[in-house]
Structure formats: C-alpha cells, structure tokens
C-alpha cells in the first residue's frame, strides 16, 4: 500500500503533469497500478512509481480514445505501465513492446491477464505484417530516439498495418521553445550516460517542431484531429497528438 506521505508526492507529481480533462491517478489507481511491480529492487520501483505518477493523465487520455476492442500495441513500453492499463479493458489484446530487456523483464513479472503480453522487439519488427492487423498503436516518448527517416518509416508502417477506423496516440518532446528543448536534450544525454533506461541503446535524439510532425503525419497517411501541449509550467516540450488513419 502507498503510504501518506508517498502518495502526496506522488499525488503532485501527477498534477503537475496532467492536461485538462484528464486528472491524474487516484490512490487507489496507483495503488494497482503499481503492484506489479512489488518484488523488484527500491530503487526500480521509485522510478517506475514517478513514471506511473506523470503518466497518469496521458493513460487516462488514451484510454479514452483508444478502441474498447481490438488489437493494441504499445511501441516502446518501458516498464509496461501504459500496456497493464490499457489490458484493464477485456475486449483489447495489447502488446507491449521495448527494447530493453531489462525493463521488458521487469513489465512480466508479476501476473499478467490473458490479454496482455510483452516482447523485446524494435518499433518497426513489432508493427511490421502481412496486413492490416492492429486497431490501435500508442508511442510514449520513444520515437525522439530514432532518426528522421526512421520515424517516417515506422508512421508508413502503422499505417500500413491498421485496420478501418485504427487510432494512433503520439506522446513525445518537440523542438519549441527552444529554452525547454536546450534542457530536455541535457537531461536525456544524462539519463542515457548512465544507462537510465537499462540496455536500451540510445538514440540520436530526434526534436521536431509540430508543424514537421503533423506534415509526417499526413505524409504516412494519419490525421491529427485532437492534439495539446503538456504543461507549459514544466520545463518539458511535451506535444501529444490523437491520429486517426485516412
């Protein structure tokens, strides 16, 4: 159980991070949210349970929009907080994907429902098949650690991939303004130099203006009908975009 003290901070940490209509995690929510993660080290969890904290209205925001139903892959899940949410709605079979092993690991070990599983595999090897099989993909900052071209090719390939009415939700850090561009790149290379996100190799750390990313969008044939900022009190770039196949 969270203690008092502990959920207050990481009650705030969710409220700094929320977007309107979205609020952060309840107690209780975080509570669940975070027991699947009850037997790794301290130190794990702390981050996992910050991590959770921040995504809190982003996984509410995706929950919402995302088909009740279908296939769903989450495309760089990390410890798999986003992917066990998601999983809490029968009707989906989601997919978390990343690749880091450790963090893959850590996302199986406690039980699992039957309609969630988790892969080490790339973006592009996770989304890649014969045919339209996925009705919903979500990127939570991971496509800033690929290359231009590469993040065109991945976009083609969801595309490519979704079926009639597919819905594609994008978190990630943008280059405007510069000021909060200049600190998320230092805090990266940081986080990256100390091997942060664990085996994962790192990336060229790709920031785009929402302009570039909206035209990519288009290019690879997805929509953005509901897009907003993060906070702009934070000290994050942060631009989250909901995409619907054309």
């Not at 989601?94 to 429902?113: C, H, K, T």
């Not at 405007?176 to 986080?191: A, D, V």
Request: glycine residues 8%.
């Amino acid at each position: 159980m969270i203690g008092a003290a502990r959920y207050s901070t990481l009650w705030l940490c969710g409220r700094l991070f929320a977007t309107p209509g979205y609020p952060p995690l309840s107690r209780s929510e975080l509570a669940a949210a975070l027991s699947p993660y009850d037997a790794l080290p301290r130190s794990s969890q702390r981050v996992i349970a910050f991590r959770t904290a921040a995504l809190g209205s982003l996984m509410r925001r995706a929950d919402a929009f995302l088909p009740s139903e279908g296939a769903i892959l989450d495309a760089g899940c990390g410890h798999g907080q986003m992917a066990r949410w998601l999983a809490r709605e029968p009707g989906r079979q989601v997919l978390g994907v990343d690749s880091s092993e450790s963090r893959i690991r850590a996302a199986r070990g406690a039980e699992m429902p039957p309609n969630l599983r988790f892969e080490r595999a790339s973006m592009h090897d996770a989304i890649a098949s014969d045919g339209p099989c996925w009705d919903g993909f979500v990127f939570v900052d991971a496509l800033l650690y690929i290359d231009v071209e590469a993040q065109r090719d991945v976009l083609i390939a969801t595309r490519e991939a979704a079926r009639p009415g597919a819905l594609l939700l994008i978190k990630d850090s943008i280059a405007e303004p510069r000021w909060k561009l200049r600190l998320t790149r230092m805090e990266e290379r940081i986080k990256l130099g100390r091997a942060y996100y664990g085996n994962a190799p790192g990336g060229p750390l790709t920031y785009r203006p929402r302009e570039e990313w909206v035209a990519t969008l288009h290019d690879a044939g997805w929509r953005v009908t509901d897009d907003c900022r993060t906070p702009r009190f934070l000290p994050y770039p942060g631009w989250i975009a909901v995409c619907h196949a054309v």
